[in-house]
């Protein structure tokens, strides 16, 4: 396997056309933490034509809902949250200048076509490993829609965070590829 490759945040739409299906990757920089309620919430207030708490411009979301941290740490356990959650809204977020989405699981036909159209990367974390994850973020902030408790719209200033690319911006998905490979077995 190859080395990961390093992003450093903001992430560009010339930086998400650099990115291939399988690359991993180690994020440092600025990553935004959301999930279905704030989605919700954001769309919502997108539909009223009301500002929404942050410019999404080249930045990456995050799904996910840490558990409280320990004293002395910024965060709890935060592993992925199944992306699919956030598909009804994510065309309308993509539209919002988001280049970068991290979670886990694959995505609607609706939401690869908003990532062609938007120029955009899907990076996995890898579930099962919250409490390792959670060792790369260095600090925590809740922005905005505090009621949501874990699912508040959120910072994260994260060092060498862990991902793989598994959907590219021209649609090329690591999940129909490596399930390709095994539809010719017998009895599937």
Same mark, same amino acid.
């Given at each position: 396997m190859a080395e990961p490759i390093k992003i450093h945040t903001p992430f560009t739409e010339e930086m998400s056309k650099k990115f291939h299906i399988g690359d991993a990757v180690l994020i440092t920089g600025e990553i935004y933490a959301a999930r279905d309620a704030a989605h919700k919430k954001m769309c919502e207030a997108l539909a009223k034509g009301e500002k929404l708490p942050i410019d999404w411009h080249d930045k990456m979301v995050y799904y996910l809902g840490p558990t409280p941290a320990k004293p002395g740490d910024p965060i709890g356990s935060? $592993? !992925? &949250? &199944?992306? +699919?959650? =956030? *598909?009804?809204? &994510? !065309?309308? =977020?993509? *539209?919002? $200048?988001? #280049? +970068? =989405?991290? $979670? #886990?699981g694959s995505r609607s036909k609706e939401v690869i076509e908003s990532m062609k159209k938007n120029h955009v990367t899907y990076f996995a974390a890898v579930g099962g490993a919250a409490a390792l994850i959670a060792k790369s973020v260095k600090k925590y902030e809740v922005l905005a829609y505090p009621e949501l408790g874990p699912e508040a719209l959120a910072k994260l200033t994260v060092e060498d965070f862990p991902a793989i690319c598994v959907i590219d911006c021209e649609g090329n998905s690591l999940y129909e590829v490596n399930q390709e490979k095994y539809r010719t077995l017998k009895g599937y």
């Open positions: 935060c $592993g !992925p &949250t &199944t992306s +699919g959650r =956030m *598909d009804a809204y &994510t !065309p309308t =977020m993509l *539209d919002q $200048g988001i #280049k +970068g =989405m991290i $979670g #886990k």
